[in-house]
């Protein structure tokens, strides 16, 4: 499986945001070497890297350092990318749209980051929306949660404040899908 260099780059920013430029050395000395070379050369926002060394590797060393082994590291970060990026490139896109209309975006949002992979609305209704995702060769915990936290930094761009996703099944603990459920 592999992600965009520009989910990279959000990670990258979010911990030396929040951590500092020492924060952001911690991190780098204790990711495998692979990960570290990564994260040590300019990251290409267009290209497609690794997503165990460039993602998952550093998510789970996130969490270890600054979240106490917790997998809250990994929302926050889905959060803050959804933050950053929505209020940049589709910003003007965003001020005119409801949380509904950004929820059921998010399968070609997806497709932008993730592939191989898929993401679609299973339902929609009344301040309620699931989305599923498929096809990911590579589930893992950490993956999810940073969806989740996406999720809910996309409807606060839109001015909910109320908006919790939480997953109603997990690819990551063996099932044929991951469905996430948003209500704001």
Not at 71 to 83: C, F, K, L, M
Not at 113 to 128: D, F, I, K, N, T
Not at 176 to 181: A, I, M, R, V
Request: charged fraction near 25%; proline fraction near 5%.
């Amino acid at each position: 499986m592999q992600i965009k260099g520009s989910s990279l780059v959000a990670t990258e920013r979010f911990v030396k945001q929040r951590f500092g430029s020492d924060g952001y050395q911690r991190l780098l000395q204790v990711l495998p070497k692979p990960s570290r070379e990564i994260y040590e050369n300019p990251i290409i926002a267009t290209q497609w890297y690794p997503i165990n060394e460039g993602f998952y590797q550093p998510l789970e060393a996130i969490c270890r350092l600054f979240f106490d082994g917790q997998p809250r590291g990994a929302r926050e970060t889905g959060n803050y990318s959804a933050r950053e990026g929505l209020r940049g490139v589709y910003r003007i896109f965003v001020r005119i749209a409801s949380v509904d209309f950004i929820l059921k975006k998010t399968p070609s949002i997806f497709a932008t980051y993730y592939q191989p992979g898929r993401m679609e609305v299973l339902e929609s209704q009344a301040r309620r929306v699931v989305l599923r995702m498929t096809g990911v060769d590579e589930p893992h915990p950490l993956l999810e949660e940073r969806i989740c936290g996406w999720l809910e930094g996309a409807a606060e761009v839109c001015g909910e404040r109320n908006c919790r996703v939480s997953l109603i099944s997990s690819m990551a603990q063996g099932d044929q899908y991951t469905d996430f459920e948003a209500k704001f």
